[in-house]
Protein backbone atom coordinates (compact mmCIF):
# COMPACT_ATOMS: atom_id res chain seq x y z
CA UNK A 1 0.00 0.00 0.00
CA UNK A 2 1.24 3.63 -0.94
CA UNK A 3 2.37 5.39 1.90
CA UNK A 4 -0.54 8.07 2.85
CA UNK A 5 1.48 10.55 4.98
CA UNK A 6 0.78 13.83 2.65
CA UNK A 7 1.20 17.08 3.77
CA UNK A 8 -0.83 19.98 3.26
CA UNK A 9 0.17 23.51 3.44
CA UNK A 10 -2.90 25.97 4.47
CA UNK A 11 -1.98 29.38 3.54
CA UNK A 12 -1.94 31.26 6.66
CA UNK A 13 -4.38 33.87 6.03
CA UNK A 14 -7.53 31.18 5.94
CA UNK A 15 -6.33 29.80 9.00
CA UNK A 16 -9.47 30.38 11.27
CA UNK A 17 -8.74 32.82 14.50
CA UNK A 18 -10.67 32.23 17.43
CA UNK A 19 -12.74 35.12 18.49
CA UNK A 20 -12.98 34.90 22.42
CA UNK A 21 -16.35 36.19 23.95
CA UNK A 22 -16.08 39.01 25.52
CA UNK A 23 -16.72 39.11 29.76
CA UNK A 24 -16.09 41.02 32.93
CA UNK A 25 -13.09 39.89 34.59
CA UNK A 26 -12.88 38.65 37.84
CA UNK A 27 -10.50 37.75 40.26
CA UNK A 28 -10.18 34.75 42.98
CA UNK A 29 -6.96 35.59 45.23
CA UNK A 30 -3.98 36.81 42.55
CA UNK A 31 -5.67 34.69 39.39
CA UNK A 32 -7.64 36.50 37.00
CA UNK A 33 -10.00 35.00 34.66
CA UNK A 34 -12.60 36.59 32.31
CA UNK A 35 -11.90 39.55 29.51
CA UNK A 36 -8.71 39.04 27.59
CA UNK A 37 -7.09 37.19 30.40
CA UNK A 38 -5.26 33.41 29.39
CA UNK A 39 -8.16 31.06 29.88
CA UNK A 40 -7.26 28.67 33.26
CA UNK A 41 -6.98 25.31 33.49
CA UNK A 42 -8.35 24.39 36.55
CA UNK A 43 -9.11 20.61 38.77
CA UNK A 44 -10.22 19.37 41.92
CA UNK A 45 -8.69 17.51 44.66
CA UNK A 46 -10.02 13.48 45.30
CA UNK A 47 -8.08 12.98 48.65
CA UNK A 48 -9.63 12.39 51.84
CA UNK A 49 -11.12 15.73 52.39
CA UNK A 50 -10.61 15.26 56.52
CA UNK A 51 -6.98 14.44 56.16
CA UNK A 52 -5.55 18.23 54.77
CA UNK A 53 -1.80 16.32 54.53
CA UNK A 54 -3.29 14.18 51.29
CA UNK A 55 -5.08 17.37 50.45
CA UNK A 56 -1.72 19.42 50.56
CA UNK A 57 0.35 16.88 48.71
CA UNK A 58 -2.28 16.23 45.96
CA UNK A 59 -2.82 20.56 45.24
CA UNK A 60 1.24 20.57 44.78
CA UNK A 61 1.00 18.18 42.42
CA UNK A 62 -1.47 20.09 40.36
CA UNK A 63 0.57 22.78 40.99
CA UNK A 64 3.23 21.66 39.76
CA UNK A 65 1.11 20.33 36.51
CA UNK A 66 0.46 24.19 36.02
CA UNK A 67 -3.23 23.75 37.62
CA UNK A 68 -4.18 27.74 38.15
CA UNK A 69 -7.30 27.04 40.13
CA UNK A 70 -8.32 23.75 42.34
CA UNK A 71 -11.75 23.21 43.74
CA UNK A 72 -12.10 21.18 47.17
CA UNK A 73 -15.30 19.62 48.48
CA UNK A 74 -16.45 20.92 51.15
CA UNK A 75 -19.11 18.48 52.55
CA UNK A 76 -19.07 19.70 56.07
CA UNK A 77 -17.87 21.68 58.59
CA UNK A 78 -14.77 19.66 59.76
CA UNK A 79 -13.60 19.96 56.61
CA UNK A 80 -14.14 23.59 55.87
CA UNK A 81 -12.10 23.96 59.15
CA UNK A 82 -8.54 22.51 57.25
CA UNK A 83 -9.01 25.53 55.09
CA UNK A 84 -6.32 27.75 56.60
CA UNK A 85 -3.70 24.83 57.31
CA UNK A 86 -4.24 24.18 53.24
CA UNK A 87 -3.88 27.71 52.46
CA UNK A 88 -0.81 28.10 54.13
CA UNK A 89 0.86 25.41 52.41
CA UNK A 90 -0.13 25.83 49.04
CA UNK A 91 0.19 28.29 46.45
CA UNK A 92 -2.38 28.24 43.80
CA UNK A 93 -6.36 30.13 44.83
CA UNK A 94 -8.71 27.84 46.79
CA UNK A 95 -12.43 27.24 45.86
CA UNK A 96 -14.92 25.67 47.97
CA UNK A 97 -17.29 23.54 46.81
CA UNK A 98 -20.43 23.74 49.28
CA UNK A 99 -24.08 22.69 48.92
CA UNK A 100 -27.39 22.99 51.43
CA UNK A 101 -25.33 24.34 54.45
CA UNK A 102 -24.93 28.08 54.42
CA UNK A 103 -22.91 27.72 57.49
CA UNK A 104 -20.20 25.58 55.52
CA UNK A 105 -19.41 29.02 53.23
CA UNK A 106 -19.07 31.14 56.11
CA UNK A 107 -16.86 28.91 57.97
CA UNK A 108 -15.05 28.32 54.97
CA UNK A 109 -14.89 32.27 53.87
CA UNK A 110 -13.64 32.69 57.92
CA UNK A 111 -11.04 30.37 57.67
CA UNK A 112 -9.57 32.25 54.08
CA UNK A 113 -11.20 30.41 51.06
CA UNK A 114 -10.35 32.40 48.43
CA UNK A 115 -13.62 31.32 46.16
CA UNK A 116 -17.04 29.75 46.65
CA UNK A 117 -19.26 27.17 43.95
CA UNK A 118 -22.11 27.55 45.26
CA UNK A 119 -26.15 27.34 43.74
CA UNK A 120 -27.70 29.61 46.32
CA UNK A 121 -31.06 27.87 44.86
CA UNK A 122 -29.81 24.82 47.05
CA UNK A 123 -30.13 26.94 50.13
CA UNK A 124 -33.30 26.93 51.52
CA UNK A 125 -33.94 29.58 53.70
CA UNK A 126 -34.15 32.58 51.81
CA UNK A 127 -32.64 34.54 55.21
CA UNK A 128 -29.40 32.54 55.33
CA UNK A 129 -28.96 33.05 51.31
CA UNK A 130 -29.41 36.77 52.41
CA UNK A 131 -26.95 36.57 54.56
CA UNK A 132 -24.69 34.53 52.92
CA UNK A 133 -24.50 36.78 50.12
CA UNK A 134 -23.62 39.47 52.15
CA UNK A 135 -20.76 37.87 53.77
CA UNK A 136 -19.20 36.92 50.21
CA UNK A 137 -19.89 40.61 49.18
CA UNK A 138 -18.04 41.89 52.13
CA UNK A 139 -15.34 39.82 51.73
CA UNK A 140 -15.21 40.05 47.48
CA UNK A 141 -15.07 36.39 46.41
CA UNK A 142 -15.78 35.53 43.53
CA UNK A 143 -18.68 33.03 43.73
CA UNK A 144 -18.82 30.16 41.06
CA UNK A 145 -22.93 29.79 39.99
CA UNK A 146 -23.57 26.28 38.46
CA UNK A 147 -26.23 24.72 36.99
CA UNK A 148 -25.70 20.81 36.30
CA UNK A 149 -27.92 18.63 34.52
CA UNK A 150 -28.24 16.10 36.91
CA UNK A 151 -29.20 18.63 39.56
CA UNK A 152 -32.08 20.24 37.87
CA UNK A 153 -35.28 20.85 39.50
CA UNK A 154 -37.07 18.44 37.70
CA UNK A 155 -40.48 19.41 39.63
CA UNK A 156 -40.21 22.66 37.65
CA UNK A 157 -38.63 21.47 34.46
CA UNK A 158 -39.43 18.74 32.52
CA UNK A 159 -36.81 17.82 30.47
CA UNK A 160 -33.07 18.31 31.06
CA UNK A 161 -32.50 20.78 28.20
CA UNK A 162 -30.21 23.49 27.92
CA UNK A 163 -33.21 25.50 28.28
CA UNK A 164 -33.87 23.98 31.36
CA UNK A 165 -30.09 24.58 32.91
CA UNK A 166 -29.80 27.99 31.57
CA UNK A 167 -33.09 28.78 33.61
CA UNK A 168 -31.64 27.10 36.47
CA UNK A 169 -28.68 29.01 36.98
CA UNK A 170 -30.54 32.20 36.01
CA UNK A 171 -32.63 31.89 38.86
CA UNK A 172 -30.02 31.97 41.09
CA UNK A 173 -27.52 34.61 39.38
CA UNK A 174 -30.44 36.97 40.23
CA UNK A 175 -30.23 36.28 43.79
CA UNK A 176 -26.79 37.99 43.56
CA UNK A 177 -27.83 40.42 41.17
CA UNK A 178 -30.51 41.64 43.86
CA UNK A 179 -27.92 42.19 45.92
CA UNK A 180 -25.95 43.83 43.21
CA UNK A 181 -23.02 41.71 42.99
CA UNK A 182 -21.19 40.76 40.02
CA UNK A 183 -18.31 38.76 41.12
CA UNK A 184 -19.51 35.16 39.45
CA UNK A 185 -18.30 32.97 37.58
CA UNK A 186 -21.04 30.55 35.67
CA UNK A 187 -21.07 26.97 34.15
CA UNK A 188 -23.57 25.21 32.74
CA UNK A 189 -23.02 21.24 32.71
CA UNK A 190 -24.39 18.09 31.29
CA UNK A 191 -23.00 15.18 30.05
CA UNK A 192 -24.69 15.26 27.33
CA UNK A 193 -21.84 17.18 24.89
CA UNK A 194 -24.07 18.90 22.32
CA UNK A 195 -26.81 20.43 25.32
CA UNK A 196 -24.02 21.40 26.95
CA UNK A 197 -23.20 23.36 24.46
CA UNK A 198 -26.26 24.71 23.47
CA UNK A 199 -26.79 26.34 27.33
CA UNK A 200 -23.57 28.13 27.10
CA UNK A 201 -24.33 29.23 23.89
CA UNK A 202 -27.86 30.84 24.84
CA UNK A 203 -26.53 31.80 27.92
CA UNK A 204 -23.91 34.09 26.46
CA UNK A 205 -26.28 36.04 24.60
CA UNK A 206 -27.92 37.03 28.11
CA UNK A 207 -25.13 37.54 30.22
CA UNK A 208 -21.44 38.50 29.92
CA UNK A 209 -20.04 36.64 33.28
CA UNK A 210 -16.93 34.32 33.16
CA UNK A 211 -17.40 31.15 32.43
CA UNK A 212 -16.20 27.88 33.41
CA UNK A 213 -16.49 25.33 30.82
CA UNK A 214 -16.75 21.37 31.29
CA UNK A 215 -18.17 18.37 30.44
CA UNK A 216 -19.87 16.64 33.66
CA UNK A 217 -19.24 13.21 34.80
CA UNK A 218 -17.38 12.84 30.93
CA UNK A 219 -15.94 9.23 31.90
CA UNK A 220 -12.51 7.66 32.28
CA UNK A 221 -9.48 8.59 30.86
CA UNK A 222 -10.14 7.47 27.30
CA UNK A 223 -13.84 8.17 27.13
CA UNK A 224 -13.99 11.57 29.12
CA UNK A 225 -10.63 12.79 27.16
CA UNK A 226 -12.94 12.31 23.75
CA UNK A 227 -15.99 13.78 24.71
CA UNK A 228 -14.36 16.86 26.71
CA UNK A 229 -12.11 17.56 23.60
CA UNK A 230 -14.94 17.79 21.40
CA UNK A 231 -17.36 19.41 23.94
CA UNK A 232 -14.12 21.74 25.00
CA UNK A 233 -13.35 22.37 21.33
CA UNK A 234 -16.90 22.95 20.39
CA UNK A 235 -17.10 25.75 22.64
CA UNK A 236 -13.47 27.16 22.66
CA UNK A 237 -13.34 27.40 19.13
CA UNK A 238 -16.90 29.76 19.60
CA UNK A 239 -14.93 32.20 21.82
CA UNK A 240 -16.99 30.25 25.31
CA UNK A 241 -14.54 29.33 28.19
CA UNK A 242 -12.52 31.66 30.74
CA UNK A 243 -11.53 28.68 32.82
CA UNK A 244 -12.13 24.70 31.65
CA UNK A 245 -12.01 21.72 33.83
CA UNK A 246 -11.49 18.40 31.76
CA UNK A 247 -13.61 15.89 34.31
CA UNK A 248 -11.91 12.89 34.22
CA UNK A 249 -12.28 9.27 36.53
CA UNK A 250 -8.76 9.22 37.45
CA UNK A 251 -5.42 10.98 38.74
CA UNK A 252 -6.75 14.84 38.85
CA UNK A 253 -3.24 15.73 37.06
CA UNK A 254 -4.46 14.07 34.23
CA UNK A 255 -7.12 16.40 33.46
CA UNK A 256 -4.38 19.50 34.08
CA UNK A 257 -2.59 17.92 31.34
CA UNK A 258 -5.14 17.46 29.09
CA UNK A 259 -6.64 20.53 29.39
CA UNK A 260 -3.40 22.43 28.14
CA UNK A 261 -3.35 19.84 25.35
CA UNK A 262 -6.87 21.19 24.46
CA UNK A 263 -5.76 24.31 24.44
CA UNK A 264 -2.75 23.75 22.59
CA UNK A 265 -4.75 21.99 19.64
CA UNK A 266 -6.54 25.38 19.27
CA UNK A 267 -3.97 27.73 19.45
CA UNK A 268 -4.98 28.87 22.58
CA UNK A 269 -2.06 28.22 24.73
CA UNK A 270 1.76 27.86 23.43
CA UNK A 271 4.28 26.99 26.23
CA UNK A 272 3.96 23.68 25.71
CA UNK A 273 5.94 20.95 23.69
CA UNK A 274 3.82 19.50 20.98
CA UNK A 275 4.82 16.05 20.11
CA UNK A 276 3.82 15.20 16.40
CA UNK A 277 4.28 11.44 15.31
CA UNK A 278 3.51 9.45 12.46
CA UNK A 279 0.88 6.93 12.75
CA UNK A 280 3.73 4.12 11.71
CA UNK A 281 3.37 1.68 8.83
CA UNK A 282 5.47 -1.23 7.23
CA UNK A 283 8.18 1.36 6.48
CA UNK A 284 8.75 2.32 10.29
CA UNK A 285 12.38 1.79 10.94
CA UNK A 286 11.88 2.78 14.73
CA UNK A 287 9.88 1.74 17.43
CA UNK A 288 7.84 5.12 16.91
CA UNK A 289 4.91 4.52 19.59
CA UNK A 290 6.96 3.43 22.34
CA UNK A 291 9.59 6.84 21.69
CA UNK A 292 6.91 9.19 21.11
CA UNK A 293 5.08 7.76 24.18
CA UNK A 294 8.60 8.24 26.15
CA UNK A 295 9.19 11.59 25.44
CA UNK A 296 5.86 12.62 25.53
CA UNK A 297 5.66 11.37 29.22
CA UNK A 298 9.29 12.81 29.83
CA UNK A 299 8.60 16.72 28.64
CA UNK A 300 5.19 16.91 29.78
CA UNK A 301 5.62 19.45 32.58
CA UNK A 302 7.94 21.81 29.88
CA UNK A 303 6.87 25.38 29.53
CA UNK A 304 8.06 25.39 26.38
CA UNK A 305 6.38 26.09 23.27
CA UNK A 306 8.84 23.70 20.76
CA UNK A 307 7.52 21.02 17.87
CA UNK A 308 9.10 17.69 18.38
CA UNK A 309 8.84 15.35 15.45
CA UNK A 310 9.10 11.22 16.03
CA UNK A 311 9.04 9.72 12.43
CA UNK A 312 9.61 5.64 11.25
CA UNK A 313 11.21 6.52 8.03
CA UNK A 314 13.11 8.41 5.82
CA UNK A 315 10.24 8.49 3.05
CA UNK A 316 8.16 11.52 4.23
CA UNK A 317 10.20 11.52 8.00
CA UNK A 318 12.24 13.73 6.99
CA UNK A 319 10.10 16.41 5.54
CA UNK A 320 8.23 16.49 8.41
CA UNK A 321 10.81 16.37 11.11
CA UNK A 322 12.31 19.69 9.26
CA UNK A 323 9.16 21.50 10.26
CA UNK A 324 9.53 21.02 13.85
CA UNK A 325 12.21 22.38 16.15
CA UNK A 326 13.45 19.47 16.87
CA UNK A 327 12.98 16.08 14.60
CA UNK A 328 13.70 12.17 14.30
CA UNK A 329 13.21 9.85 11.26
CA UNK A 330 14.04 6.55 11.25
CA UNK A 331 15.68 4.21 9.27
CA UNK A 332 16.76 0.60 9.08
CA UNK A 333 20.28 1.15 10.88
CA UNK A 334 19.96 4.44 12.35
CA UNK A 335 17.75 7.70 12.61
CA UNK A 336 18.82 10.87 11.67
CA UNK A 337 18.16 13.70 14.10
CA UNK A 338 16.90 17.15 12.83
CA UNK A 339 17.32 20.30 14.50
CA UNK A 340 15.80 23.53 13.16
CA UNK A 341 15.10 21.81 9.45
CA UNK A 342 18.86 20.88 9.56
CA UNK A 343 20.30 17.78 9.98
CA UNK A 344 22.48 17.66 13.11
CA UNK A 345 23.62 14.10 13.04
CA UNK A 346 22.54 9.93 12.99
CA UNK A 347 22.65 8.34 16.09
CA UNK A 348 21.65 4.87 17.18
CA UNK A 349 18.04 3.79 16.97
CA UNK A 350 18.74 3.05 21.15
CA UNK A 351 19.97 6.34 21.94
CA UNK A 352 16.67 7.89 20.54
CA UNK A 353 15.07 8.97 23.61
CA UNK A 354 17.79 9.69 25.23
CA UNK A 355 19.06 12.29 22.66
CA UNK A 356 15.74 14.00 21.66
CA UNK A 357 15.17 14.90 25.33
CA UNK A 358 18.70 15.97 25.57
CA UNK A 359 18.03 18.51 23.17
CA UNK A 360 14.73 19.29 23.74
CA UNK A 361 16.09 20.07 27.84
CA UNK A 362 19.05 22.20 25.88
CA UNK A 363 16.62 23.68 23.23
S1 LIG B 1 6.77 5.05 8.68
FE1 LIG B 1 5.58 6.82 9.24
S2 LIG B 1 6.49 8.51 8.06
FE2 LIG B 1 7.20 6.61 7.11
S3 LIG B 1 5.71 6.26 5.47
FE3 LIG B 1 5.04 5.08 7.27
S4 LIG B 1 3.59 6.44 8.29
FE4 LIG B 1 4.76 7.73 6.86
Do not use: W
Not at 37 to 50: C, F, G, R
Not at 151 to 176: C, G, P, Q, T, W
Not at 282 to 290: Q, Y
Amino acid sequence: MLCICVRVRVPEKIIMKIKRHKTRKVRIGDLKIGGNEPIAVESMTNADVYSPSKIIKQIKQLEKAGCKLVRISLPDLRSASYISTIKKNTMIPLMGDIHFDYRIALKAIEEGIDSIRLNPGNIRQKDKVRLLVQKVKERKITVRVGSNAGSVDRNRYKKNDADALVKSVMEHIRIFEKAKYYNLIVSLKSSDVMTTVSAYEKFSKIRNYPLHIGITEAGTRFSGTVKSSVGLGLLLARGLGDTIRVSLSCDPVEEIYTGYKILQSLGLYKNMVDIISCPTCGRAGIDVEKIAAIIENRVRGLNRKLKVAVMGCIVNGPGEAREADIGVAGSSKEAILFKKGKMVKKIDPDKVIDELVGYIEKF
